[in-house]
């Protein structure tokens, strides 16, 4: 039988879909902004870091209040945990991708343009394709997607290593100014905490639908 | 006594259809209920909660004067109006309040007749007899309390046949055959399975767009899950009383809080 306040768990979910989201297509931005030196899609993406904060803030709350007056038990208990844990994450993706918005902002002011990408644009592919993973494995309950994401975070973690060891060389052998380098490098590392955020997602649906 | 639904501030709210004023009651000597403030809004649902002995049954009662059967009650000072007029005046008719006031008790009741008398009967007291009317008000019930399926073919059959849970949602429609606006609810699921409860609720979630039910109940869960606001009553005395989820998430009175997280007592 369904209850009349089951409606609210649908809700919760469409908040947890419209927050991973908004933090995959902050991250695009930000990304898409360094590697066509597009001032606009930073600002986008800046923007719509305020709107990931006020909707994690959003799901925090509703959760708290279905636990304290629904009574919730097995697989509910688990999508009210999954949904506080995933926002979580998501919101740290969405500050990944505000992170990597100003660094380009300081790239683009000091240099005008983004001189060396890297393999960020490899990377971004990965990260991004992972996040679109995390949220079809939620949406279609689909537990071999949620396995296949985790498997590909180490791949990103190769990547990132890659573009360190070249941001590192580049760096001692001069030419490209150490900030722009350095920044560089954090750009990267975020790409690769987003991954990790990817993953993360993906645990949690696979303890969703497993309860392991 | 941290009350967070007082006249000030109804302006967002459904208007009262109860007011209760420096209410108090005793039996004999027994002082039952002090200075009970309240005021119960149009259309929602609200539930007393507390634990056994701290007034809630004895206030729920005193709303369609059920207390006027035993000797000993008496009213001490207070008011309680409805809809504008003080139940306990001397004018008032006890039978026409019970009309619009309706009451479901712990136990369900239904009458040893048939499904259909049990709805049937008040109408028939107050003098109607044509079948038609009665078919209809008796389905429009049925349906009302979400038993319409469950029973439309076996209506001349006998109330007592049916089950725990079909016989307190029989009490439920009979109240409202006489056309209630008010619905008292003592602890109207104690004595079901979970199963019926689930139905009692969905129940009441559904009456209350058309009614405002009073829900006494001794679990927690149920007063969180079905009403709007809530009232946390302690030896007599109401200790808060406001939004459920204001109540439930982050009531202001300590007692309330050690009530509601079980370190009572």
């Known amino acids: 039988m369904n209850r009349y306040f089951h409606h609210e768990l649908h809700d919760l979910r469409s908040m947890l879909i419209l927050i991973a989201e908004k933090a995959n297509e902050a991250g695009r931005l930000a990304v898409e902004g360094f590697l066509s030196s597009d001032l606009e899609k930073t600002q986008h993406a800046v923007k719509l870091d305020d709107e990931i904060d006020a909707l994690e803030i959003a799901i925090d709350r509703a959760s708290v209040r279905y636990i304290t007056l629904r009574s919730p038990v097995s697989s509910d208990v688990r999508l009210i945990f999954v949904a506080i844990k995933a926002s979580h994450d998501l919101e740290r993706a969405g500050d990944e991708a505000h992170s990597i918005a100003k660094r380009t902002r300081n790239i683009l002011t000091r240099d005008g343009s983004v001189q060396n990408k890297v393999e960020i644009e490899a990377m971004s592919k990965l990260a991004f394709g992972m996040m679109k993973d995390a949220i079809n494995c939620f949406l279609e309950e689909d537990l071999d997607l949620a396995e296949s994401i985790i498997e590909q975070d180490k791949e990103v973690d190769r990547l990132n290593k890659e573009n360190f060891k070249n941001l590192s060389m580049a760096l001692r052998d001069g030419g490209i100014d150490p900030a722009t380098q350095i920044e560089t490098i954090l750009i990267s590392k975020s790409i690769e905490r987003i991954a990790d955020h990817a993953k993360n997602l993906a645990e949690e649906v696979i303890y969703l639908l497993t309860g392991e | ?265």
């Open chain 2, 1 to 265: 006594m941290a009350q967070t639904s007082t006249p000030s501030d109804m302006t967002d709210e459904n208007k009262p259809i109860i007011e209760i004023r420096n209410f108090d009651f005793a039996y004999g000597d027994a002082q039952a209920l002090f200075d009970i403030n309240m005021d119960i809004r149009e259309k929602e649902v609200t539930s007393f909660i507390g634990p056994s002995g701290c007034g809630k049954s004895t206030f729920l009662r005193c709303f369609n004067r059920m207390n006027d059967l035993i000797d000993i009650a008496n009213i001490k000072g207070g008011e309680i109006k409805i809809s504008d007029i003080n139940i306990y005046d001397k004018e008032v008719d006890v039978i026409e309040l019970r009309k619009h006031v309706g009451m479901v008790f712990q136990k369900s009741n239904p009458f040893p007749k048939s499904i259909y008398d049990n709805i049937a009967y008040g109408l028939r007291i107050q003098g109607i007899k044509q079948k038609s009317v009665l078919d209809g008000v008796v389905e429009e019930c049925l349906r009302g309390a979400a038993l319409w399926d469950e029973v439309k073919d076996r209506l001349n059959e006998s109330a007592l046949g049916m089950s725990g849970g079909q016989q307190q949602r029989l009490c439920i429609a009979r109240a409202l055959a006489v056309k209630p606006k008010i619905l008292l609810m003592d602890e109207p699921c104690s004595a079901l399975d979970p199963i019926a409860t689930a139905k009692v609720e969905e129940l009441i979630h559904q009456l209350k767009k058309q009614y405002t039910i009073i829900i006494v109940t001794h679990s927690m869960q149920q007063a969180a899950r079905v009403s709007d606001k809530t009232a946390f009553f302690y030896l007599g005395k109401l200790i808060e009383f406001g939004k459920t989820d204001d109540i439930f998430m982050n009531p202001t009175d300590p007692q309330t809080e050690a009530y509601i997280s079980g370190r009572f007592g």
